[in-house]
């Protein structure tokens, strides 16, 4: 495994993060138990995975609770975030405060060392940071909390704007985005201002359906050269990305996509989600894996550094966000 410096943090945390959201959720989405579950959890420490992410809403933070020991815990870094609405409307920070809690004693710990607001539209930024952070601050202060940051919603922010207002407030230390090889404006938008203040990066959507799921990256490549976005010759290909897979580059099309976000410069963490542990394994190796040639990313740059918000679907079992006014 290859480890970094969350940020300014200090925190150092595996360059490969086991994400316990998204469709699979350790498997339990995918109808699996709460013990395959657990399996899959240690297997990946065992490959050196230092880094798990959850959340209340994903169901998952009593597998991280029971999957180690404390002395084990103590070797492992865990983020886990809250809510900021109940349905359409905005909770209080009374509320976020007992979600933490909640979360704590599901984590079967007394203190987390990432604790992120959940999916922040721009149109709530200034309510998490006015009403929401102080109270969680104090939280910090008491010690439950080591880092605090966020995490956008991306397919409502493709252009992250929530996450550069956030890099302009010095209280967050630590802030999840969308990041493949399809959806790059972070290399303009967040990456460089991220790396000069030391602001940690969890890089999500690294592979979602668009790279997964047969057919649509056909499909979606069809769309874009209709509307002029991409160059037609993609559109006319089965595997449109297939120049990628060749002898010195990705053994596959996820495999160059975990190459191409764990290599750009300001990415701390690539984050992957799985239900199997075989599974699991080779994701960790891609994201260990050197860097994709140069030529061929600097093909995916000029292929697709212009698009916004493509393949930015959310889990299948996520409804949409509700849009609530500032």
């Known amino acids: 495994m290859q480890y970094?410096?969350?940020?300014?943090?200090?925190?150092?945390?595996?360059?490969?993060?086991?994400?316990?959201?998204?469709?699979?959720?350790?498997?339990?989405?995918?109808?699996?138990?709460?013990?395959?579950?657990?399996?899959?959890?240690?297997?990946?420490?065992?490959?050196?995975?230092t880094f798990f992410d959850t959340a209340e809403v994903y169901g998952t933070e009593h597998i991280i609770g029971e999957a180690f020991s404390p002395s084990e815990r103590a070797e492992v870094v865990v983020s886990t975030k809250s809510r900021i609405l109940k349905g359409s409307e905005r909770m209080t920070a009374a509320e976020v405060v007992a979600n933490l809690?909640?979360?704590?004693?599901?984590?079967?710990?007394?203190?987390?060392?990432?604790?992120?607001?959940?999916?922040?539209?721009?149109?709530h930024y200034d309510y998490v940071r006015e009403v929401l952070a102080p109270a969680l601050l104090a939280e910090k202060q008491k010690g439950k909390i080591g880092h605090l940051g966020?995490?956008?919603?991306?397919?409502?922010?493709?252009?992250?704007?929530?996450?550069?207002?956030?890099?302009?407030?010095?209280?967050?230390?630590?802030?999840?985005?969308?990041?493949?090889?399809?959806?790059?404006?972070?290399?303009?938008?967040?990456?460089?201002?991220?790396?000069?203040?030391?602001?940690?990066?969890?890089?999500?959507?690294?592979?979602?359906?668009?790279?997964?799921?047969?057919?649509?990256?056909?499909e979606t490549m069809r769309g874009l050269a209709a509307e002029g976005k991409v160059p037609a010759e993609l559109a006319a290909r089965e595997n449109p990305l297939d120049f990628l897979i060749h002898p010195g580059g990705a053994s596959s099309l996820l495999d160059a996509a975990y190459r191409f976000a764990r290599h750009e410069p300001g990415a701390n963490v690539v984050l992957f989600g799985t239900?199997?542990?075989?599974?699991?394994?080779?994701?960790?190796?891609?994201?260990?894996?050197?860097?994709?040639?140069?030529?061929?990313?600097?093909?995916?740059?000029?292929?697709?550094?212009?698009?916004?918000?493509?393949?930015?679907?959310?889990?299948?079992?996520?409804?949409?966000?509700?849009?609530?006014?500032?």
């Open 4 to 49: 970094t410096q969350l940020g300014r943090t200090s925190l150092r945390v595996s360059v490969a993060g086991l994400g316990c959201g998204g469709n699979s959720r350790l498997g339990l989405g995918r109808g699996k138990s709460d013990a395959e579950a657990i399996a899959l959890v240690r297997a990946a420490r065992d490959e050196g995975v």
């Open 275 to 326: 239900s199997d542990i075989a599974h699991m394994k080779t994701n960790v190796a891609s994201i260990l894996a050197p860097p994709l040639p140069a030529v061929d990313v600097a093909r995916l740059y000029d292929l697709f550094g212009h698009l916004t918000g493509v393949g930015l679907d959310l889990p299948d079992h996520i409804k949409p966000q509700a849009k609530t006014a500032p």
């Open 101 to 123: 809690d909640a979360s704590l004693k599901r984590l079967k710990c007394e203190r987390v060392e990432v604790f992120l607001f959940h999916g922040v539209a721009p149109a």
């Open 150 to 218: 966020l995490s956008e919603t991306g397919p409502n922010d493709p252009e992250h704007e929530m996450l550069r207002r956030a890099l302009d407030d010095p209280l967050w230390e630590v802030g999840m985005l969308a990041f493949h090889m399809m959806n790059q404006n972070a290399r303009a938008n967040i990456f460089p201002r991220a790396m000069a203040q030391g602001f940690g990066t969890l890089l999500m959507f690294v592979v979602r359906n668009i790279f997964s799921k047969p057919g649509l990256l056909a």
